[in-house]
């Protein structure tokens, strides 16, 4: 198991060298489950993608075709719980709390009680490669006042043609000023419409009853590149986004080399 909190060497390195904060918070009981899931449009920390290679984080090692990698992290809250642990999947998807399999690389509809592992992020669920190229990063963000745990899948293939490839990220934020202290954010730099057509993008909770499928298998709306969704439980209304003064030397000391990177 990969540890984040006391050993996370990843963060460690960040750390001292661009003032990084890692943020250990206490564990809150809260609702036993969500009410309900939503996904929508919406405009995350970074005002995009922020590529986590940027930081000079390292790609996990160890990562090949349909694996799932688990790390302790700080606290966070999704679907009324609070969560230390995830479950990075090869395949385009967060498993909250973490889990001894992967899931299956052909993907489903969410919610799906039958399917296991639950507790499920899919920001691109669908059959990756990542034995041919690519990379997926984990870390550590803030911006002064917020901090995030952010997941990063970098140029990660398609299983059956390699040449395509897509880049996205999942941000969590530990101590979000969202009700009821949630914020989960997919972030899209350059994808396309899954192996063979087939993705998912969407959520659940642990009991794989409530969640919702923003997009299936060519049904829903792709987001696309350069987008962002929110990820919102318990039915509460999706907030305006804010403007965001970015401060430190965290993610403003990298804004204008986000500009850049994208160029």
């Keep these: 198991m990969k540890i984040i909190v006391g050993q996370f060497k990843l963060l460690t390195k960040i750390c001292m060298a661009l003032s ?16 309900s ?3 929508s449009p919406t405009v ?4 995009g993608y922020l590529a986590l290679s940027l930081f000079g984080i390292s790609p996990i090692a160890g990562v090949g075709d349909d694996t ?10 999704y679907a009324g719980e609070s969560w230390n642990r995830i479950g990075v999947g090869s395949d385009g998807y967060l498993i909250v709390a973490g889990a001894a399999s992967a899931l299956p690389s052909t993907n489903t509809m969410l919610p799906n009680a039958g399917l296991s592992p639950k507790n499920i992020l899919a920001p691109f669920w669908t059959n990756l490669d990542l034995s041919t190229d690519g990379a ?20 990660v293939p398609n299983k059956t043609d390699t040449s395509i490839k897509n880049t996205f990220e999942v941000w969590i934020g530990l101590n979000s000023d969202i009700n009821p202290g949630e914020d989960i954010i997919f972030s899209y730099d350059s994808i396309g419409s899954g192996d063979n057509n087939l993705l998912t993008i969407g959520a659940e909770d642990k009991t794989g009853a409530v969640g919702a499928t923003y997009y299936y298998n060519g ?22 986004p804010a403007t965001m003064l970015l401060l ?13 990177f994208k160029k």
């Design 44 to 47: 995350g920390p970074a005002g």
């Design 68 to 77: 799932i990698t688990n790390f302790i992290v700080p606290s966070f809250n």
């Design 20 to 35: 990084l904060v890692l943020l250990c918070l206490p564990m809150i009981a809260l609702n036993a489950s969500a009410g």
């Design 219 to 240: 049904t829903g709306i792709n987001p696309g590149s350069e987008s962002e969704l929110r990820v919102a439980t318990d039915g509460l209304p999706v907030p305006e």
């Design 248 to 260: 430190g030397s965290g993610l403003l000391g990298l804004w204008g080399a986000r500009k850049k």
């Design 37 to 39: 899931i939503t996904i």
């Design 136 to 155: 997926i990063r984990i870390g550590a963000l803030t911006n002064g006042t917020d901090s995030w745990i952010v997941t990063d899948w970098a140029g």
